[in-house]
C-alpha cells in the first residue's frame, strides 16, 4: 500500500523559504503526478502545485506561483516543494498528495488517492 | 480561472440521506473528486470519477454529475460522517492547468 511520507521545517520567519519533501513508499513513482496541497488554520484546501517522474510541472495560476519551486529526485521516490519569501499568510498545513488523471468517453477526470499526513508550518517573527 | 461553489453547512438527522453540491464551469469536462476531512486529519478520498469508491469507503457514499454541477450523496448517514467535504476537479482551461476546489461542506450529523 502506497503511503507518503512529508518532513520539513515547522517554524520560519518572514522573507524565509519554506522547504518540505515527500517521500513514496510501497508504490511506483511513474505514471502519476504528485501534488502539494495547503490549508490555512480554519480556512479550505489551495493547491499549489504538482510534478511527474520527468519534472514536468504545473503550478497554481495565481500569485503564490512566483514564489514556488516543486522539484523530483527519482531515484530517492521523492518529491520537493520550495516556497520562497514566506510571510504569515503562508502558515498553514502542508499536504502531499498522488494524483492521476484520465479520461472516458465523454469526460475527463482526475483525482487524488493518497495523501501524506501533513506538516504544519508557521511563519512568524 | 474557473471555481467551484459549495454551501459552507449543511445538517442532515442520523439515518436520513443528504446531498452535498458542487457547482463550476469546469464539471462540465471533468468528473468532481469528493474528500472527506475530519478535525485534525489529512482528506480522504471517498468519490473519484463521478461515481467510484476507493477501496475501504462505505456504499452509502455515491456521487453523480449533471450539467456543470455534481453532487455527493449519503444515504443513511452515520454519526461518523460529520465532517468537511471538499469537491475538486481539474481544470485545463486558457491554456493553463489548473486544480481546483471547492471552499468546502460542513456536515453536521443530527
Known amino acids: 500500500q502506497v503511503q507518503l511520507q512529508q518532513w520539513g521545517a515547522g517554524l520560519l520567519k518572514p522573507s524565509e523559504t519554506l522547504s518540505l519533501t515527500c517521500e513514496v513508499y510501497?508504490?511506483?513513482?511513474?505514471?502519476?503526478?504528485w501534488s502539494w496541497i495547503r490549508q490555512p488554520p480554519g480556512k479550505g484546501l489551495e493547491w499549489i502545485g504538482e510534478?511527474?517522474?520527468?519534472?514536468?510541472?504545473?503550478y497554481n495560476p495565481s500569485p503564490l506561483k512566483s514564489r514556488v519551486t516543486i522539484s523530483v529526485d527519482t531515484s530517492k521516490n521523492q518529491f520537493s516543494l520550495k516556497l520562497s519569501s514566506v510571510t504569515a499568510a503562508d502558515t498553514a498545513v502542508y499536504y502531499c498528495?498522488?494524483?492521476?488523471?484520465?479520461?472516458?468517453?465523454?469526460?475527463?477526470?482526475?483525482?487524488?488517492?493518497?495523501w501524506g499526513k501533513g506538516t504544519t508550518v508557521t511563519v512568524s517573527s | 480561472s474557473s471555481e467551484l461553489t459549495q454551501d459552507p453547512a449543511v445538517s442532515v438527522a442520523l439515518g436520513q440521506t443528504v446531498r452535498i453540491a458542487c457547482q463550476g464551469d469546469?464539471?462540465?469536462?471533468?468528473?468532481a473528486s469528493w474528500y472527506q476531512q475530519k478535525p485534525g486529519q489529512a482528506p480522504v478520498l471517498v468519490i473519484y470519477?463521478?461515481?467510484n469508491r476507493p477501496s475501504g469507503i462505505p456504499d452509502r457514499f455515491s456521487g453523480s454529475s449533471f450539467g456543470d454541477t455534481a453532487s455527493l450523496t449519503i444515504t443513511g448517514a452515520q454519526a461518523d460522517d460529520e465532517a468537511d467535504y471538499y469537491c475538486?476537479?481539474?481544470?485545463?482551461?486558457?491554456?493553463?492547468?489548473?486544480?481546483?476546489f471547492g471552499g468546502g461542506t460542513k456536515l453536521t450529523v443530527l
Open positions: 498528495a498522488r494524483s492521476l488523471g484520465g479520461s472516458s468517453i465523454y469526460f475527463y477526470y482526475f483525482y487524488m488517492d493518497v
Open positions: 510501497g508504490g511506483s513513482f511513474s505514471g502519476y503526478y
Open positions: 510534478i511527474n517522474q520527468s519534472g514536468s510541472t504545473n
Open positions: 469546469s464539471l462540465r469536462r471533468y468528473y
Open positions: 470519477a463521478k461515481n
Open positions: 475538486n476537479s481539474r481544470d485545463s482551461g486558457g491554456n493553463q492547468v489548473n486544480v481546483i
